[in-house]
């Protein structure tokens, strides 16, 4: 990493450089240990800004945009019902289910493959390239202060990382790489489903430009997807079920919400319009942001603000956290989880109130899968609320045990892990779910 770490610890700064200034701010710091030794050089989420990076998020962009994110809406829709099938048979499970969830979004709507209910090969693939991503992430390497040091060979005392750099790197080729062979060998099959591999793999032939190169570049930005996507709609969708274990009230509200809306007879759809859970959904992403420092950005070249010189090179950490938790922002007491605060008298969401964008990151990196994230997100809660009560689990006393609230630190937060009863609100309620994926 660069000499300099500047942390920017308020919106305004915030605003001014990684925003207003983006096109000097968005540079990333070089992760040796990440990219050059365990192998994420394909993640355009860890590439410099420059041409290979714009030609991938350019790729992604396409495929998330507002015209494009209804197609991704069927496979968002099974995946929460399938939660809710999940959730039903093992409720003790529920962190294993969540991310269950998470990667069958992600591998249909990218590659359209129907992931196995276990031991899905797929979602193994990636998950292993994660663990490497967040073992990676979330530890400090010598090598990352020391770039020389990726140069040691692996048998010197001191040079361990490159043995466990070298296991990962295995799982990290693999991630892009599988899926992508998948759809293309499902093609020529004639038994693909439709996707975003298979709607771009379309166009690229019909185009007739150079296809290796083309086909190279959608490769890598589809498995930004999962690497991007995944561990953060576990992480944020885990402290969905820890807040409605702290708060019962506002979980109660939740439920009644849901079902003026809905009603007794069926499940929640993309049309349904319930402000109470889209408050829900805004106040659990400021309350706890899954990756409170975000990613790290860095500056390109030499730049002054308010009379402080900032090298070219300097590390820019926009604090997500601090931002988040400004009470001149969103009102007092934000260390608490109050969904009121985006509401208006007669119920509607605010729209005069900051969004917590600053969950999602700044400028030209701002997170590309956020639309995405924030319907799983929506429809997964709505239909949680619809269907369960979650309750604090009970000691061997029967007393119900308060969770910690506490988190665990690193790159990417999770709760830490809690005791909590997830139980079908009604025998209504599971007769709806059992047939849910019928309908
Ligand atoms: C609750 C869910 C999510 C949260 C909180 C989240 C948050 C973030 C944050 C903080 C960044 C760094 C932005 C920066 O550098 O300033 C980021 C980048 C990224 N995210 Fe997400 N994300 C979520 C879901 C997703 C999903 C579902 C996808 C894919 C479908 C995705 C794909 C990406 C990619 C590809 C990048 C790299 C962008 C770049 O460097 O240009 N994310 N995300």
Known sequence: MGDTVIVLNSATAIDELLED???IYSDRPPFPMLNDLVGFTWHFA????????????KVFMQQFQPSQVHLHRPAELKAARVLLQRLLES??????????????VILSTAYGIDVQPEDDPHIAISEKALHAMSSTGNRFFLVDSFPILKHLPEFLPGAGFKKKAREWARAVTAMPKVPYEFVKRSRAAGTANSSIASRALDDIEESGDSRAEREKILEDALGACYAGGADTTVSALSFFVLAMTMF???????????????????LPDFDDSVPYVDAIMLELLRWRPVGPLGVPHAVTIDDIYKGYHIPAGAVVVGNSWAVLHDEKIYGPNTDRFIPERWLTESGEINKAMR????????????????DMAQWSLWISAASILATFNITKGLDENGVPVEPSGEFTSGLLCYPVPHKCDILPRSEAARALIQTALAV
């Open 46 to 57: 860890f590439m410099p800004y420059g041409s290979e990076w714009k030609e991938r998020r």
């Open 355 to 370: 969004e917590p964008n600053a969950a999602f990151g700044f400028g030209r990196r701002i997170c590309p899968g956020r």
């Open 21 to 23: 200034r983006s096109a």
């Open 248 to 266: 019962p009230d506002i979980q109660k509200k939740a439920q009644a919400a849901v079902d003026a809306v809905i009603g007794p007879s069926r």
């Open 91 to 104: 409720p003790d499970k529920y962190e294993r289910h969540l991310r269950h969830m998470a990667g069958m």
